[in-house]
């Protein structure tokens, strides 16, 4: 189950965290992944470590946010069957403290790369069909805290997920988004770092108690979910978002 023989998948922000997870799942499974990162050092990295185990993968170093380069790196590649959107980044504000930099930051990463990568992919995806995975996050459907702009960013991602299940589904295109909760990644560690200095500990355990099962998630367990719908598996499942977040939307009252 779950073989990803003879199909060939880009992942943004493949370089490190949950993106990192998932390229080297996928490949497990074998895949053929096209790891995209900002920092070629990480994408170079990720790439190396899948070939080292007997994986096949390329790096490439490109920024979603713009689309030309996208586009002319996506021609490049001999075939797409998946895309997962996951590159992204956070913000901490409200409609206040967020500047228009930070806001216009957010929106061309978040909103503007899924968008360049869709636009990008879709005409090779078309040719057989194929699967688009979106990283969305629980900030599309509850209200956070000081998390302005970035729940701006996530609710487009889901609205963008049912437009393109809706549009190309008689391409044989499935496309579907996951909601994370927190989850333990390098970003998270420089967060807590960079904003709470002294208190990383305590911060740390604040974070997890935040969700019900009392941890964060490992990006591992994200990655087991996108091989999933990215899988024949889930053949029938397109348009669905799914929450993967310890409880939170539904135990944390």
Request: proline share 3%; glycine share 8%.
């Amino acid at each position: 189950m779950f073989d990803l023989k003879n199909k060939y998948a880009v992942v943004t922000g493949g370089g490190s965290g949950i993106g990192k997870a998932i390229c080297l799942l996928f490949a497990k499974q074998n895949a053929f992944v096209y790891v995209i990162d900002v920092n070629e050092e990480n994408a170079n990295a990720v790439a190396d470590e899948i070939k080292s185990s007997g994986g096949n993968a390329s790096a490439h170093v490109a920024d979603v946010s713009n689309q030309q380069k996208i586009i002319n790196l996506f021609r490049q590649f001999e075939r797409i069957d998946i895309l997962v959107n996951n590159a992204g980044i956070s913000h901490v504000g409200n409609a206040e403290t967020t500047g228009e930099a930070d806001f216009d930051r957010l929106y061309n990463i978040n909103v503007k790369g899924v968008y360049n990568c869709l636009h990008a992919a879709l005409p090779l995806i078309k040719k057989c069909g194929g699967v688009i995975l979106n990283m969305c996050s629980i900030a599309a459907q509850v209200g956070l805290s000081e998390r302005f702009a970035y729940s701006t960013t996530k609710g487009a991602v889901y609205a963008m997920t049912l437009s393109v299940a809706k549009d190309y589904i008689k391409h044989n295109i499935r496309c579907n988004c996951i909601s994370p909760a927190r989850v333990h990644t390098p970003f998270v560690d420089g967060f807590i770092s960079k904003n709470y200095p002294g208190k990383e500990d305590e911060m740390f355990k604040k974070l997890e108690q935040s969700q019900p099962v009392g941890r964060m998630a490992k990006p591992e367990e994200i990655a087991a979910l996108a091989l999933y719908l990215c899988s024949d598996e889930a053949s029938f499942i397109t348009g669905t978002d799914y929450p993967i977040d310890g409880g939170f939307l539904k135990l944390n009252n």
